[in-house]
């Protein structure tokens, strides 16, 4: 009867734990996502890592924030009619009908389209995007459209020579289209916060980080990023409180680094290994946190294939827990803030929580869509491993 109630005394502190820390990630979701879309050269990153350094501070880390030169180029204006003859215009919503690709140039004006690549005219392609945009070039096609299930929007450095539009694949036939498309260079700033929490041995320490900058708006149209990756800071955030709250001390100093322009192609995260504020050959690891609101399939690490001992001692710990989460082991990517710390030979893993709706790069990426399954679990799992001796 003694163990029965002890057990039930546990789950109990679990299932508070558990909850509590799901509502504190809930409302790091919701503060991160009302912030315009946190878009490059906008207030929306600037209010963001305010709001970082903020909450850095009430944990009690030790604070340092790094800005580099970023050049951006945002889509200000984006706006598409189709046409059946003509004569009788429809406009398309923007991130509900169609998206413009994040390196689509200005244009303006009306065009015939056509399903084949015709000079002068825009091409309507049902070919992979990288495919038909090498002929649409050598077409010299006005400008490209994509068919497609799912509208993914994206942004980038500098705009490329031809504009390109996605339309979802159950919009009606059409043969005319009207478009007005403007974007602008910013040449800017990013910012990475890291802040610190001291070990008792300061000759080793973990790197810990997530990006907090998204896509922003175009024309009034927000792209809020909940699962990429407000998500990743918010457990980011949680997990630098949960180990600064115990009174156990840690082993080695731990970075956690809130990582500006991963968006644009891993900028700060190439910053901070190029400008490493501890030296980068005395880290025992980096670990990685983008797309975390989910994990109805389990937790992926992607990395842990190119680096089987150092998995085998992180995936130990989890063991250790007896925590029975599905696992997805790959090979490293150069698509997150994990990728610039394995070139420079430090062991890293991206981690991501699976499952979920599949919205990306999307305006429905939104804080409700959020079930944080595998959250709890999974920062248990990260607060271990980093009290490891």
């Given at each position: 009867?003694?163990?029965?109630?002890?057990?039930?005394?546990?789950?109990?502190?679990?299932?508070?734990?558990?909850?509590?820390?799901?509502?504190?990630?809930?409302?790091?979701?919701?503060?991160?996502?009302?912030?315009?879309?946190?878009?490059?050269?906008?207030?929306?990153?600037?209010?963001?890592?305010?709001?970082?350094?903020?909450?850095?501070?009430?944990?009690?880390?030790?604070?340092?924030?790094?800005?580099?030169?970023?050049?951006?180029?945002?889509?200000?204006?984006?706006?598409?009619?189709?046409?059946?003859?003509?004569?009788?215009?429809?406009?398309?919503?923007?991130?509900?009908?169609?998206?413009?690709?994040?390196?689509?140039?200005?244009?303006?004006?009306?065009?015939?389209?056509?399903?084949?690549?015709?000079?002068?005219?825009?091409?309507?392609?049902?070919?992979?995007?990288?495919?038909?945009?090498?002929?649409?070039?050598?077409?010299?096609?006005?400008?490209?459209?994509?068919?497609?299930?799912?509208?993914?929007?994206?942004?980038?450095?500098?705009?490329?020579?031809?504009?390109?539009?996605?339309?979802?694949?159950?919009?009606?036939?059409?043969?005319?289209?009207?478009?007005?498309?403007?974007?602008?260079?910013?040449?800017?700033?990013?910012?990475?916060?890291?802040?610190?929490l001291q070990g008792?041995?300061?000759?080793?320490?973990?790197?810990?980080?997530?990006?907090?900058?998204?896509?922003?708006?175009?024309?009034?149209?927000?792209?809020?990023?909940?699962?990429?990756?407000?998500?990743?800071?918010?457990?980011?955030?949680?997990?630098?409180?949960?180990?600064?709250?115990?009174?156990?001390?840690?082993?080695?100093?731990?970075?956690?680094?809130?990582?500006?322009?991963?968006?644009?192609?891993l900028i700060g995260?190439?910053?901070?290994?190029?400008?490493?504020?501890?030296?980068?050959?005395?880290?025992?690891?980096?670990?990685?946190?983008?797309?975390?609101?989910?994990?109805?399939?389990?937790?992926?690490?992607?990395?842990?294939?190119?680096?089987?001992?150092?998995?085998?001692?992180?995936?130990?710990?989890?063991?250790?827990?007896?925590?029975?989460?599905?696992?997805?082991?790959?090979?490293?990517?150069?698509?997150?803030?994990?990728?610039?710390?394995?070139?420079?030979?430090?062991?890293?893993?991206?981690?991501?929580?699976?499952?979920?709706?599949?919205?990306?790069?999307?305006?429905?990426?939104?804080?409700?869509?959020?079930?944080?399954?595998?959250?709890?679990?999974?920062?248990?799992?990260?607060?271990?491993?980093l009290r490891q001796?």
């Amino acid at each position: 009867m003694k163990i029965l109630s002890w057990l039930l005394a546990v789950l109990a502190v679990y299932a508070q734990d558990s909850l509590s820390t799901i509502r504190i990630l809930q409302k790091d979701v919701a503060r991160l996502c009302a912030l315009r879309g946190r878009g490059h050269a906008d207030i929306g990153s600037e209010q963001a890592v305010r709001y970082i350094q903020k909450r850095f501070q009430s944990i009690g880390c030790e604070l340092r924030v790094d800005t580099f030169p970023l050049n951006v180029y945002r889509i200000r204006r984006a706006r598409l009619w189709i046409s059946p003859d003509g004569r009788k215009w429809r406009r398309l919503r923007l991130g509900k009908d169609f998206i413009p690709l994040g390196t689509s140039p200005a244009i303006e004006g009306l065009w015939e389209i056509d399903t084949i690549p015709q000079r002068g005219r825009g091409w309507l392609s049902n070919k992979a995007l990288r495919t038909a945009y090498a002929e649409a070039v050598q077409a010299k096609v006005a400008f490209l459209m994509m068919r497609d299930k799912k509208l993914t929007a994206s942004v980038s450095t500098h705009p490329d020579r031809l504009p390109v539009f996605c339309v979802m694949d159950t919009l009606p036939l059409f043969r005319y289209v009207r478009v007005s498309l403007h974007g602008e260079m910013y040449q800017t700033v990013g910012w990475n916060v890291s802040a610190r929490l001291q070990g008792r041995q300061s000759d080793s320490a973990w790197v810990v980080g997530a990006h907090y900058d998204h896509l922003g708006r175009v024309e009034g149209v927000t792209f809020w990023g909940a699962n990429d990756n407000a998500s990743g800071v918010a457990v980011l955030l949680s997990l630098a409180a949960r180990l600064k709250a115990s009174q156990q001390s840690l082993p080695y100093d731990v970075w956690f680094v809130a990582f500006g322009a991963e968006e644009l192609g891993l900028i700060g995260s190439q910053f901070w290994v190029e400008h490493p504020p501890y030296p980068l050959g005395r880290l025992r690891g980096m670990l990685n946190f983008d797309l975390m609101g989910f994990g109805e399939k389990g937790v992926a690490a992607v990395g842990a294939l190119d680096s089987p001992l150092f998995w085998a001692k992180v995936d130990e710990v989890r063991q250790a827990l007896s925590l029975d989460i599905p696992l997805l082991l790959r090979p490293t990517a150069p698509n997150s803030d994990h990728y610039p710390f394995h070139e420079k030979g430090v062991p890293a893993i991206f981690f991501y929580l699976q499952g979920g709706p599949g919205f990306y790069h999307d305006i429905n990426d939104k804080p409700e869509t959020l079930t944080w399954r595998a959250a709890y679990p999974f920062l248990r799992w990260m607060e271990a491993l980093l009290r490891q001796p």
